[in-house]
C-alpha cells in the first residue's frame, strides 16, 4: 500500500487526533494570515502617506558640533541663502524655502487680545515689568519664508489664502496676515504698518531700536479650528501669526551685528517617494560640509497621522509572534505525543519490509494534508477578521487627528503645579481641522500572502514531524 493511501486511512480512522491537528493547523495559518495582511497593509498605508506627506526633507546646524564660537570652527559655514542655494542645487529637489522665526511688534496692528492682556490689566504701569508685558500684547509669532505657500499651515490646509499673493524670495519688508486683524485694523492688501524689534531679556540690547514699514501683500483666513484658554498668549492665537519675508529677517540679523543664518531650510522633491535616496545622495557631496549640518525628512504633516499605525504596526508583530509560537509549540507536543503512540505501528511497517523514508512519507503527508484542508477556513476566515481589525485602524488614526482635549481650570492649575503647563497648552492650542485625515487600508488576500502563508504552515508540519520521527523510525524492531 503506498504512504499516500496509509495516511488517508489514518487520518480517517484517527478522528479525534485529525480533528485536533486540524484545528491547531487551522488556527495557525489564520494567525499568521492575518498578521502577515496587516502587517502589509500598515507598511503599504505608511508608504502611501508617506509619500502623500513627506514631500521634502530639512536641514539645519549641529550646534553641538559647532559649538558657540562658530567663527572658530575650520571649515563650517553659516546656513545662509548661498548655502541653501547651493544645497538646493541638486537632481530632484524644485523648491527651496528658508524658514525662521521672531517676534516684533507694531503700534498700528492690534492683536486678538490674549494672556498677555490680562497680565497688563493687572500689573501697575510703575511695575518694572510693564513694559515687557506690554511689548507681548502688540508682538505676534512672524513666520519668515522664501515662499509662504510652503509653510507648514498652508500646505496642510489650516491657513487659505483669501486675498492677495504669497511671499516669494524677490519680496522684501512684506507681510500676509489674518482677515481677523485686517478688519479689526482696518487694513488691506497694499497698505503698510510700523514694526519694530525689543530685547526683553537685555542679553541682545543691538536689537532695540530696529525698526521697518511692512507693506501686506495678502490676508489669509483661518481655516483650523483651535481652542484658547485665558492662559494662551498672544503669539499661539492661530489668526493673530504673520508671515514675512526672509529679507526682513537676515536685514533684522545683520543691523543688530548678529550671525546670519536660517534655523531650518526646507528642501522639496519632485518625487516623495525617492527622498531617501536624494538625501543620501546629498550627504555624499563634497561642496557642503555635512559635519556640521543635520538633514532629516520632514515628516511634520506625515508624523501625526502615521504615529498611530506605527504604534499598530509593532503591536501586531508582537502579537502575531506570541500567537504563532504558543501555537506551534502545541503543535509540537501533539505531534510528539501521536507519534509517540505509533511504535507499535511503525514496527509493524518495519517488519512488512517498508522503508524509513517510505514510513517518514506517511507521516509528512498525513501532516500536508491536514494543513492543506486547514488552510481553507483559514482563508476564509482570514478576510472578513482584517477587514475588521483594518476599519478599527483607520477610526484610531481618525480619533488620533481629531479636535484635541479640551482641560478644566483646575487641570491647567494643577499642570502649573506639576511642570506639565506647557505641553498641556500646546496639546490643546494645536490646530485642526474639522474633517480629518482618512486613510483607506487594503486588507485583501492576495497570492504572496496566501503562498507564504501556506509555507509556513507546511514547513512547520514537515519540520516538526521529522524530528520527532526520526526517534521513532531509529529503534530496534523489538
Same mark, same amino acid.
Given at each position: ?322 500567537? +504563532?509560537?504558543?501555537?506551534?509549540? =502545541?503543535?509540537?507536543? !501533539? $505531534?510528539?505525543? @501521536?507519534? #509517540? &503512540? /505509533? ?108 503562498? +507564504?502563508?501556506?509555507?509556513?504552515? =507546511?514547513?512547520?508540519? !514537515? $519540520?516538526?514531524? @521529522?524530528? #520527532? &520521527? /526520526? ?8
Amino acid at each position: 500500500m503506498t504512504p499516500q493511501k496509509r495516511a488517508l486511512l489514518y487520518i480517517c480512522r484517527k478522528k479525534k487526533f485529525s480533528i485536533l491537528l486540524f484545528l491547531l493547523l487551522a488556527l495557525l495559518s489564520s494567525a499568521c494570515l492575518m498578521g502577515i495582511i496587516m502587517v502589509r497593509g500598515l507598511e503599504d498605508t505608511q508608504s502611501t502617506l508617506r509619500r502623500t506627506f513627506a514631500g521634502s526633507f530639512y536641514v539645519s546646524t549641529d550646534w553641538n558640533s559647532v559649538g558657540t564660537h562658530p567663527e572658530n570652527v575650520p571649515g563650517f559655514e553659516f546656513l545662509n541663502d548661498e548655502m541653501a542655494e547651493r544645497i538646493g542645487d541638486f537632481e530632484g529637489i524644485t523648491a527651496v524655502n528658508a524658514t525662521a522665526y521672531d517676534f516684533l511688534a507694531s503700534d498700528e496692528l492690534t492683536l486678538i487680545p490674549g494672556a498677555h492682556a490680562r497680565y497688563l490689566k493687572e500689573t501697575d504701569p510703575a511695575d518694572a515689568s510693564y513694559k515687557n508685558k506690554l511689548y507681548f500684547t502688540k508682538s505676534p509669532s512672524y513666520a519668515f519664508n522664501s515662499y509662504s505657500e510652503l509653510a507648514p499651515e498652508f500646505r496642510m490646509g489650516q491657513y487659505t489664502l483669501v486675498k492677495g499673493r504669497h511671499i516669494t524670495p524677490e519680496d522684501t519688508h512684506v507681510a500676509i496676515i489674518s482677515d481677523v486683524l485686517a478688519e479689526q485694523n482696518g487694513l488691506d492688501v497694499g497698505d503698510s504698518y510700523y514694526v519694530y524689534d525689543y530685547d526683553v531679556t537685555g542679553a541682545f540690547p543691538n536689537y532695540n531700536g530696529i525698526d521697518f514699514d511692512l507693506t501686506i501683500v495678502g490676508i489669509y483666513h483661518v481655516e483650523a479650528q483651535q481652542k484658547t484658554t485665558k492662559f494662551t498668549n498672544e503669539s499661539d492665537i492661530a489668526a493673530n501669526k504673520v508671515f514675512s519675508d526672509t529679507h526682513t529677517n537676515v536685514e533684522t540679523k545683520q543691523r543688530a551685528d548678529d550671525y546670519v543664518y536660517y534655523p531650518f531650510v526646507y528642501f522639496f522633491v519632485d518625487d516623495p517617494a525617492r527622498i531617501d535616496e536624494i538625501m543620501a545622495a546629498e550627504q555624499e557631496r563634497d561642496d557642503i560640509p555635512w559635519e556640521y549640518y543635520l538633514i532629516e525628512a520632514d515628516e511634520t504633516e506625515y508624523a501625526s497621522v502615521a504615529e498611530p499605525l506605527r504604534s499598530m504596526h509593532t503591536t501586531i508583530i508582537v502579537v502575531t509572534c506570541i500567537v +504563532a509560537v504558543v501555537l506551534l509549540i =502545541l503543535l509540537y507536543l !501533539v $505531534l510528539r505525543m @501521536s507519534l #509517540q &503512540s /505509533r511504535k507499535q505501528e511503525t514496527r509493524v511497517y518495519r517488519c512488512l519490509g517498508y522503508s524509513k523514508r517510505n514510513i517518514w512519507g506517511q507521516f509528512v503527508i498525513e501532516g500536508v494534508l491536514l494543513a492543506l484542508l486547514a488552510f481553507i477556513p483559514a482563508a476564509a476566515l482570514a478576510p472578513p477578521c482584517t477587514d475588521a481589525m483594518g476599519g478599527a485602524v483607520e477610526n484610531i488614526v481618525a480619533a488620533q487627528n481629531e479636535e484635541p482635549p479640551e482641560y478644566s481650570e483646575a487641570e491647567i492649575a494643577a499642570a502649573m503645579r506639576d511642570g506639565s503647563f506647557v505641553n498641556m497648552m500646546e496639546d490643546m492650542q494645536k490646530l485642526y481641522l474639522d474633517e480629518p485625515v482618512e486613510i483607506d487600508m487594503d486588507t485583501g488576500l492576495t497570492l504572496p500572502v496566501v503562498l +507564504a502563508s501556506m509555507a509556513a504552515g =507546511l514547513a512547520a508540519v !514537515v $519540520l516538526f514531524v @521529522s524530528i #520527532q &520521527s /526520526r526517534e521513532l523510525l531509529n529503534a530496534g524492531l523489538r
